[in-house]
């Protein structure tokens, strides 16, 4: 079990680049979530598939960001367009459906955005 | 909006059991109460998740009160490796009622004095 992998995991960008980052999930999990963590506060939830479905994205998913997962495997986060205010780390997490299951996070993606 | 309130800070001396508090008074009946830990700039950490009966694994303890309103999360020995921010979320959990996202507040930051 290799765990939750996630790349780049340091990215420093200008302002009005387009960065992606890509999440490998734990082997057999159908279901990965992207999560947003800025400094001092928790994990704020963005978006989650299962399998290759986009089930539910939040509020703070703007125009400018993408996530996809094609093949049902890896995802990739994309944004556009850049902005101060993105700088954050992205997490990655994956999970098996099913009753009382745990959600394994990965070691997070920074973001800088100068 | 997280529907867990913790104390922000708490200290624990090397060596003493740490026991952590958390509040869950709205919580429904097939809401399971999981707890993570977040080392600085890491990933966040599984550590215990329970639906009513208290739970123990290697890491650490989780006691839930008979009504489930409120539940400890206890470390056995405190290490200053455990010096970490620890969230304790609600979360739907069965699939027929459709897991959700972990839903993440502000924590109690933790830490373990020599």
């Known amino acids: 079990d290799t765990g939750v992998s996630q790349d780049p995991r340091h990215k420093i960008t200008k302002r009005g680049q387009n960065v992606t980052f890509r999440c490998d999930p734990i082997?057999?999990?159908?279901?990965l979530y992207w999560y947003r963590q800025t400094l001092g506060q928790g994990p704020e939830f963005l978006t989650y598939?299962?399998?290759?479905?986009?089930?539910?994205k939040s509020r703070l998913l703007s125009d400018r960001f993408s996530a996809e997962r094609p093949k049902g495997s890896f995802s990739t986060l994309e944004i556009q367009r850049t902005e101060q205010g993105d700088s954050a780390m992205y997490l990655c997490?994956?999970?098996?459906?099913?009753?009382?299951?745990?959600?394994?996070f990965g070691e997070g993606s920074w973001l800088t955005v100068v | 909006d997280a529907k867990t309130t913790q104390p922000t800070s708490m200290d624990c001396a090397e060596g003493r059991a740490a026991n952590l508090p958390c509040n869950h008074s709205?919580?429904?009946?097939?809401?399971?109460v999981y707890w993570y830990r977040q080392i600085h700039s890491q990933g966040p950490q599984y550590i215990i998740h329970?639906?009513?009966n208290n739970e123990t694994n290697e890491m650490a303890s989780l006691i839930i009160t008979e009504d489930r309103k409120s539940s400890t999360l206890i470390l056995p020995h405190a290490t200053l490796r455990d010096t970490a921010v620890y969230y304790c979320?609600?979360?739907?959990?069965?699939?027929?009622?459709?897991?959700?996202?972990?839903?993440f507040g502000k924590g109690t930051r933790l830490s373990v004095i020599a």
């Open positions: 997490a994956s999970s098996l459906e099913r009753a009382g299951n745990t959600i394994y």
């Open positions: 082997s057999e999990h159908n279901r």
């Open positions: 598939f299962q399998n290759e479905a986009q089930l539910e």
């Open positions: 709205t919580i429904s009946g097939n809401e399971y």
């Open positions: 329970g639906l009513k």
């Open positions: 979320i609600v979360r739907v959990a069965t699939p027929n009622s459709g897991n959700t996202p972990l839903v």
